[in-house]
Structure formats: structure tokens, C-alpha cells
């Protein structure tokens, strides 16, 4: 018998809000809206050797990782491992866990990366209890992870208010300074005009003031992960089930609605989280490949709602609707528990719908944006090697919480 679960969805902006969302903070974050004075311009001209970490000009010999475990991560450490392991660099990776003993970081060790223990001043990131007020390292975890590092990919993780995304971005700025690496690689966003996105213009302005040798600013996108799931959470829609033609107990969807709030007809630009990964990777074995200072779009495909089920439909066969949700729904049926977060959630899903970005996103072209960064994965791409996967993952996890 097929069963119908439902399950709300965060969706698109989803990808902003754990991306991109936390409240202002004073100084030292400049606004993201005005212009850097001319003595606060960062270097416009090719990179050169860093005096710390020769040969910066070639392959990164040292890079670190704010991150071992997130997409982003992930993408960016397999990326280098193939760069490494076709001979086409020496590389040491480096990346920061706050899990050090997991089944993780155990493979990471064993396929080379130096994993540094970050528990030591680290709060736990999307711990169940309130944010911390701070997750920035402590400086003896930075020495560990960043001494003679010749580049790091710095991923942040909004905290829904506290503040403390910026004060980390300011402790990890401040310790690529002390440490002399010669090349940031920031994983943000433009600024949007709507307060609670723009915390990562606010670091992007702030890093940008830094006597940094070059930095690259990484501009994302929606994801395509974030219709489907977060955080490990479900967020399919509904998930319709049958027996598996092979037999057995094992089951496999039949039918698929995703939901979020946007119009199902509205073009939105995507790509697939493990883009900014390896985005960063192909940053830190050619950094010539960017300009010091330069803020590159990362763009999959545009595409709407409708269309994004359309290519899970041509990629499984599975019949794939979209079914737009309304913003009460989104904070009752999404953060029940949490009405504080729901309404800051749908309080920047009520902005954004008003703003000019969608306008935008519709306008863009997209060849020219995408040629900064051509490798980024195109939605029927991502849905044949790993959407229709997600999915099918993501409807066995509603299965499983099923009441009987």
C-alpha cells in the first residue's frame, strides 16, 4: 500500500538562511554597501609570492580548511585529493573538525589529511541548545591548523542572531594575518539589501581591509541539496512508495512533491553546495586562475521550482510535482518548536520575494557568469549523479519516521 507522508520544507532560501543569515553587528564589519575607501582596496594586480609561503604564484602547498565535514568541505579535500593523487601537485590538506574521533575524520586521517581537533574554544555548530555567542576557534587551534598554510578556505555558519559568525570571520581574518597565509578563499555572498542575509557582505567588507596577499570571494547560489534535504532533516514534500522491482522488503519512491515558498514558475539561479568546495580547490592549485580580491557568482543553471521536478521526472522516470507553501505554513509546520526562528525565517522569505534579487536572477546571463567558473553543476548533471540519489535517500528517512 502506498503511503503519503508530509513533511515541510525550508527549500531554497534555506541555502541563505544557514548560509548567509545572522543580525548586524557593530564594527569592525564595514557596511557591505559602501564602497571601500581607496586605502581600504584590496590588491586588483595578478598574485604574487607571499614571503611566508613561496611559490604561492603555483599549486597551494598547504591548504586549510575551516571544515572537514560539510559539503563544502568535503567537495573542496576530494577535489585536492585528485589533484594530488594525478600528480598534478604536492599537497597537504588540512581541515578543522569539532569531531575528531567520528568515522569521518578517522577516513580523512587515513587518506592523509592532517584533521586538527577543534573542540578546544569550538561550540558546537547546530548543537540543539541556543547558539553560542561565539564559534570562533581558540588561537592555539588556528596555530595548529594555519601555521605555515599557504592557502584556507574559510566556510561560516550563520547562528540566527547572536552575533557570533562575525566575531568568528573576525577571528579567522585576524589569524591568516598572523599566520602570513598568503591566500583566503571565503565561501559568501553579494549583498543583498535585507539585514539578516548580508552577514557575509559584511565579512567579504571586513576581509577585504586585511593585509591578505589575495582573496577570493565566493558568491553563492540556491542549492540544489536544500529541496531535498538539510542538516540531515528530510525536505521532501510528500513521498509516495511502492515495492522495489528487484524484491525483497526494500522500497523506492513512486511519487515526489517538493515544496517551498517561491512561485513554482519563478527562475531562480542554482548549483549544488560541493560547487563552493570545489570552486575553493581549483582557487588554491591555480591561484593565478583569479584575481586578488575578485567575487565570483557561482552558477549551475537557472531554473524554476516546477522545472527543478521536471529534471528529477526526466532523470528517475518517478513522476515529480512542486507545490508552493505559504509562509504560515512555513512557520508552523517547519519550526514548530521554534517560533522565533520561523519568524525570522519567513520574515527574510517575505524580503527576498520583495527585493530586486529575483529580478535579477532572471535577467542574468548566465554563459557569461557561469565562464568565471564553468565547472559548477548543471541541474541535469547534478540530478543524474547525485539528486535522484538525495531523494530516494531523503524519501527512505520520511519512510522510516512513519507511525504505523
Known amino acids: 500500500m502506498a503511503a503519503v507522508l508530509h513533511v515541510a520544507l525550508l527549500g531554497l532560501v534555506a541555502a541563505a538562511v544557514w548560509q548567509w543569515a545572522t543580525i548586524l553587528t557593530p564594527e569592525p564589519f564595514p557596511d557591505p554597501a ?13 598574485p604574487t609570492s607571499h614571503p611566508s609561503n613561496p611559490g604561492l604564484g603555483g599549486p597551494a602547498r598547504v591548504v586549510a580548511l575551516s571544515t572537514c565535514t560539510s559539503v563544502q568541505g568535503a567537495a573542496a579535500i576530494n577535489a585536492l585529493q585528485r589533484a594530488a593523487a594525478g600528480g598534478l601537485s604536492s599537497i597537504e590538506i588540512r581541515c578543522l573538525t569539532r569531531r575528531p574521533n567520528s568515522q569521518r575524520a578517522q577516513q580523512l586521517r587515513t587518506a592523509g589529511v592532517v584533521v586538527v581537533d577543534g573542540r578546544d574554544g569550538h561550540s558546537a555548530i547546530g548543537a540543539a541548545e541556543s547558539p553560542p555567542q561565539s564559534k570562533a576557534p581558540s588561537p592555539a587551534v588556528l596555530r595548529n591548523l594555519l601555521s605555515g598554510a599557504t592557502a584556507l578556505f574559510l566556510v561560516t555558519f550563520s547562528d540566527f542572531g547572536t552575533g557570533g559568525e562575525l566575531d568568528e570571520a573576525a577571528a579567522w581574518g585576524d589569524a591568516a594575518v598572523e599566520h602570513s597565509v598568503g591566500l583566503v578563499i571565503f565561501s559568501g555572498g553579494a549583498p543583498t539589501g535585507i539585514q539578516e542575509l548580508d552577514a557575509k557582505a559584511r565579512i567579504e567588507a571586513h576581509l577585504r581591509t586585511l593585509p591578505i596577499n589575495q582573496t577570493l570571494f565566493l558568491h553563492s547560489s540556491f542549492f540544489y541539496e536544500n529541496l531535498v534535504t538539510k542538516a540531515g532533516i528530510p525536505r521532501v514534500a510528500a513521498c509516495e512508495r511502492a515495492s ?20 513554482h514558475k519563478l527562475p531562480v539561479v542554482m548549483h549544488s553546495a560541493g560547487d563552493l568546495g570545489r570552486a575553493a580547490a581549483a582557487a588554491a592549485l591555480d591561484p593565478a586562475r583569479f584575481r586578488a580580491g575578485e567575487a565570483v557568482r557561482i552558477v ?8 527543478f521536478a521536471s529534471a528529477y521526472t526526466a532523470a528517475t522516470s518517478i513522476e515529480a510535482s512542486y507545490v508552493q507553501m505559504d509562509l504560515n505554513t512555513l512557520q508552523s509546520e517547519v519550526f514548530p518548536d521554534d517560533p522565533t526562528t520561523g519568524a525570522a525565517v519567513a520574515r527574510m522569505y517575505r524580503a527576498y520575494l520583495d527585493s530586486t534579487l529575483l529580478a535579477e536572477d532572471a535577467t542574468m546571463d548566465v554563459a557569461a557568469v557561469r565562464s568565471r567558473f564553468p565547472e559548477a553543476t548543471t541541474l541535469e548533471t547534478w540530478m543524474q549523479q547525485n539528486g535522484a540519489a538525495a531523494v530516494a535517500s531523503a524519501c527512505r528517512a520520511l519512510w522510516q519516521n512513519e507511525t504505523p
Open 244 to 263: 522495489s522491482p528487484q524484491g525483497g522488503n526494500k522500497e523506492v519512491p513512486l511519487g515526489v512533491t517538493f515544496t517551498n515558498p517561491l512561485p
Open 300 to 307: 549551475g543553471s537557472r531554473c524554476t521550482p516546477a522545472q
Open 34 to 46: 559602501r564602497p571601500p575607501h581607496p586605502t581600504e582596496q584590496h590588491h586588483t594586480e595578478a
